[in-house]
């Protein structure tokens, strides 16, 4: 098993940025491919950004692709995503999730571990 809790979210202008952590405790952290995904109320959980153990594999949706960035410190069991240049549309819950597979995935299904989520609030 694989616990995952994200912090860092909050209310930040348009423009401005924020950085999500998400810790992991219980089986081998460094062995997991993790994401982020996001999900507003009414709407499908989103892809955001992927990486794999080795840090070496890395996938974002093109929605955010050159405003967020992805990593992950396996010697301190921490997932991070740095958002910058937010927009209103960035608004959303922000999960982390874990899988043992060993290929990055843009599928919520492959994930079997999720966090509890952290909102982020973009104000135009």
């Known amino acids: 098993q694989v616990q995952l809790v994200e912090s860092g979210g909050g209310l930040v202008q348009a423009g401005g940025s924020l950085r999500l952590s998400c810790a992991a405790s219980?089986?081998?952290?460094?062995?997991?491919?993790m994401a982020w995904f996001r999900q507003v109320p009414g709407k499908e959980r989103e892809f955001v950004a992927a990486i794999s153990w080795s840090g070496v594999s890395i996938d974002y949706a093109d929605s955010v692709k050159g405003r967020f960035t992805i990593s992950r410190g396996n010697a301190k069991n921490t997932l991070y995503l740095q958002m910058n240049s937010l927009k209103p549309e960035d608004t959303a819950v922000y999960y982390c999730a874990a899988t043992y597979k060993p290929t990055i995935y843009r599928g919520s299904d492959e994930y079997g571990y999720w966090g509890q989520g952290t909102q982020v609030t973009v104000s135009s």
């Open positions: 219980g089986r081998t952290f460094s062995r997991t491919t």
